[in-house]
């Protein structure tokens, strides 16, 4: 008896892998099929005779295989297999391939990857502005890792820092306690709230709901929220806390391709960039401003025709890009906002600081959190197991609602989390049984939907 092999699927003429795959086939995910091809594959399981096994070819032995070597997912933590070097696992990531070693395909290409830090221009500090009074802008959830960028950027580099903080229902206790915290630590910082009607608030929760399963849409409500206000007071910079497993994380899901992580720094592209803008009577722009640009427009007018014939794209921020549309009155000024920045050129950088340097080299959570609390005003989160995501109530519910959807074959976006936990088990200076227990316990790889669930749908009714 032959089976299509787990975690690959029919879908019209192609077939699609729901998975992480091993190196060198990492994101061979996608087969063309033949319609006697398709047609055969959909008529699995059954016995084959030898002429179909012929015409199936290579899939033979890889995508079709006998019952004997049908992989299967596991049914929870204690039975799923893990990576030896770091915590990825089999449940967590249904599909995941191991080497023969037993390295996960993140620490089986941890040399080809070292030098991916962020799709944005990666800095240590930024110069002294002098046509605005702020050096940059941080948008700021009062969470682990924007407030130690909180904390570098102004005690550390002495910068005349906007923290532009964007509420939302569900902000943790913890993360409303040390934005006030943080406010008294930090005297020079000026600190900014803002937040959407309930009404439209609302109204987005409702349709991303009904397309992702979940309501999360940060940061990209913030930047719908004060990119006019940057624009107008000419911040310089502006950048987000990010764990640096995030933005590897990226590489990992598919959202960009390795040649997004050197586009910063390409002289010939970025020259043939500004050489398109002249032509069209706008000014060039610098590095950071190119990549706000390209978000900004993203999130206003939607997907670039390059980016989706090329295969890559962000399916949580197409999905906030659909929801978007459901609150024109805020959407259109913002567009308006996107042009007019484009026309004159005043675009604030966005750039990105690579905490694993800030930090000597490796950004240790523990350490981290200690110098937090002593110099920050911070609040940790009630459960001290949890460190990956500390500024939201619903991370669990986003955690389940990706697991889920992925699981069952309904997205092929891997779970943020589950990819960001592992890659940061390698160097985060926690021990493996602490990494097991924050998934088993405090993220919302769970079998049934986290209580908080309840909240998160009460605002998509």
């Not at 249904?94 to 799709?119: H, N, Q």
């Not at 890792?145 to 906007?162: F, I, M, P």
């Not at 998934?439 to 769970?446: A, C, H, N, Q, R």
């Amino acid at each position: 008896m032959y089976y299509l092999q787990n975690r690959w699927r029919l879908e019209g003429r192609k077939l699609y892998y729901y998975g992480l795959r091993r190196p060198p086939y990492l994101f061979k995910n996608r087969v063309k099929l033949s319609a006697k091809k398709a047609s055969l594959i959909s008529s699995l399981p059954r016995e084959l005779d030898a002429r179909e096994i012929r015409l199936l070819g290579k899939l033979a032995g890889e995508q079709v295989v006998e019952e004997k070597d049908l992989r299967r997912s596991p049914d929870g933590f204690d039975d799923a297999v893990f990576c030896i070097d770091c915590c990825a696992n089999d449940y967590m990531i249904p599909g995941i391939e191991f080497d023969a070693e037993g390295r996960c395909p993140m620490c089986a290409s941890a040399e080809k990857t070292r030098d991916l830090v962020a799709v944005l221009p990666v800095v240590e500090s930024v110069p002294v502005s002098d046509v605005s009074e702020y050096d940059i802008a941080l948008f700021y959830t009062g969470g682990k890792d924007s407030t130690y960028l909180l904390y570098y950027l102004s005690k550390k580099l002495g910068l005349r820092v906007l923290a532009l903080t964007w509420e939302i229902p569900f902000m943790s206790d913890s993360a409303r306690a040390s934005i006030e915290g943080a406010k008294r630590a930090f005297p020079d910082v000026r600190f900014i709230s803002r937040k959407l009607e309930d009404a439209d608030i609302r109204k987005v929760y409702k349709k991303l709901l009904s397309i992702s399963g979940n309501t999360c849409a940060c940061p990209s409500l913030a930047y719908v929220l004060f990119y006019e206000e940057l624009v107008k007071l000419r911040v310089p910079y502006f950048a987000a806390g990010n764990e640096p497993a995030q933005m590897l994380g990226l590489y990992f899901n598919h959202f960009a391709p390795k040649i997004a992580f050197t586009f910063a720094k390409n002289k010939p592209l970025n020259l043939l960039f500004n050489v398109g803008r002249v032509l069209s009577f706008r000014p060039p722009l610098r590095p950071g401003q190119r990549q706000t640009l390209m978000a900004m427009k993203q999130l206003a007018f939607g997907d670039s025709p390059v980016k989706r014939i090329a295969g890559y794209g962000d399916e949580l921020v197409r999905n906030i890009v659909i929801a978007l549309r459901e609150i024109p009155d805020v959407l259109e000024p913002f567009g308006k906002a996107v042009r007019r920045s484009s026309r004159t050129g005043r675009i604030p950088a966005f750039v990105h600081f690579d905490l694993n340097a800030v930090c000597g080299g490796s950004y240790d959570w523990e350490k981290v959190k200690e110098t937090l609390v002593e110099e920050c005003g911070w609040v940790p989160p009630a459960d001290g197991g949890k460190a990956l995501h500390t500024s939201c109530k619903i991370e669990r519910c986003k955690d389940y609602t990706q697991f889920v959807r992925f699981r069952d074959f309904k997205s092929r976006m891997i779970p943020f989390s589950a990819i960001e936990i592992s890659l940061a088990s390698r160097n985060c200076g926690r021990t493996r049984e602490q990494m097991i227990y924050e998934m088993k316990v405090v993220l919302g790889f769970t079998k049934e939907p986290p209580c908080e669930c309840a909240l998160m749908e009460e605002y998509g009714k």
